[in-house]
């Protein structure tokens, strides 16, 4: 039982690239959600989906797009790769929506945008 | 807005010493909250929820309302504790999905 899986584990990128961080999950969670976490700021959120083929923004969501097609994955494309997304991205799957309800997190990709 | 206060980006405490890691938050519905860890090279994980109202490792955690605080405590660190510790609060609301808001974090260091 891999919990949440996230590919790839390091990135560089260049500045205009695009890139998609993959995220899966074996758990048949509901809910799904992607974070970044800066120093200084903790863990912010991105973007969430509360099942397959809904999606919704969070706090931090503008240069990020995300789908989710099926219960499994929840991948996050980056469109126009920009300095300020260099990052720790964490994705996290919990079983349902509801906010009691604990946060599985994936170990993380980390990411440079030169 | 939801927001987490976590005061202290750094702890050292001597092994056996109390611990208290601080959390305040500001939030004006109910409050769900949570402490997550990370230790050296592992994902983060969920440590325990007020709801639960559990002792997990040995942490205690109670929420005030008045004070609007959710503080961590041990009342003797020992040197597997050190790691990063994240308060997190979640809204209660059975309508919407869940949002949680994490703080910026505290890394407890436990020394001999």
């Known amino acids: 039982n891999a919990g949440v899986t996230q590919t790839p584990k390091f990135q560089v990128l260049k500045t205009g690239q695009s890139m998609t961080l993959q995220c899966a999950q074996d758990?048949?969670?509901?809910?799904m959600s992607w974070y970044r976490q800066d120093p200084g700021m903790g863990l912010r959120l991105i973007h969430y989906?509360?099942?397959?083929?809904?999606?919704d923004q969070g706090e931090v969501p503008n240069g990020y797009n995300v789908s989710r097609s099926t219960t499994e994955d929840f991948p996050l494309r980056l469109l126009s790769a920009a300095p300020s997304q260099t990052s720790v991205y964490f994705c996290?799957?919990?079983?349902?929506?509801?906010?009691?309800?604990?946060?599985?997190f994936g170990d993380g990709t980390r990411l440079s945008i030169l | 807005a939801q927001r987490v206060t976590q005061p202290e980006k750094l702890l050292s405490v001597f092994k056996g010493a109390p611990v208290e890691l601080k959390c305040n938050y500001s939030?004006?519905?109910?409050?769900?909250l949570f402490w997550y860890v990370q230790y050296s090279r592992q994902r983060l994980q969920l440590l325990l929820r007020?709801?639960s109202r559990e002792s997990i490792k040995g942490f205690t955690a109670d929420l005030n309302k008045g004070e609007t605080s959710f503080h961590l405590k041990k009342p003797f660190a020992q040197e597997e504790d050190s790691a990063m510790y994240y308060c997190?609060?979640?809204?209660?609301?059975?309508?919407?999905?869940?949002?949680?808001?994490f703080g910026t974090g505290t890394r407890l260091q436990v020394t001999l």
């Open positions: 997190a609060l979640g809204e209660f609301n059975t309508g919407t999905a869940s949002k949680l808001t």
């Open positions: 996290a799957s919990s079983r349902h929506s509801r906010s009691n309800q604990p946060q599985h």
């Open positions: 989906s509360v099942g397959a083929g809904i999606t």
């Open positions: 939030y004006s519905g109910s409050p769900e």
């Open positions: 007020h709801i």
């Open positions: 758990m048949n969670h509901e809910y």
